[in-house]
Nanobody, 124 residues
Framework: QVQLVESGGGLVQTGATLKLSCAASGRTLSSASVAWFRQAPGEEREFIAAIRWGDGASATAADSNDGRFTTSRDDAKTTMYLRLNNLKPEDTAVYYC????????????????WGQGTQVTVSS
């Protein structure tokens, strides 16, 4: 089982930068994958990026945000980060961290564990 806690969201202006954190824990983390999704009002959850914790294999959505979003992790803190650069109003969404055993997936319903989400609101 994997526990996930997101933080770092907020209300910002267009062009701002935010760094979201996903603190992960659990006995099975080393064999799990952790991913970032976002969900705007009325929309489905959208894959952003993922990492397989054990070996660091990773993926980022092909059309992801013109390269404005980057991920990283801190093994010592078992935390995955999502840096959101040059934010736009259309980036307004709840950003979620998700976990699943084994290899990551691009599909939200393949994930077993979810954090509570962190709201990002970008004003124009």
């Amino acid at each position: 089982q994997v526990q996930l806690v997101e933080s770092g969201g907020g209300l910002v202006q267009t062009g701002a930068t935010l760094k979201l954190s996903c603190a992960a824990s659990g006995r099975t983390l080393s064999s799990a994958s952790v991913a970032w999704f976002r969900q705007a009002p009325g929309e489905e959850r959208e894959f952003i990026a993922a990492i397989r914790w054990g070996d660091g294999a990773s993926a980022t959505a092909a059309d992801s945000n013109d390269g404005r979003f980057t991920t990283s992790r801190d093994d010592a803190k078992t935390t995955m980060y999502l840096r959101l650069n040059n934010l736009k109003p259309e980036d307004t969404a709840v950003y979620y961290c998700a976990g699943k055993p084994g290899m990551f997936s691009f599909t939200a319903d393949r994930y077993d564990y979810w954090g509570q989400g962190t709201q990002v609101t970008v004003s124009s």
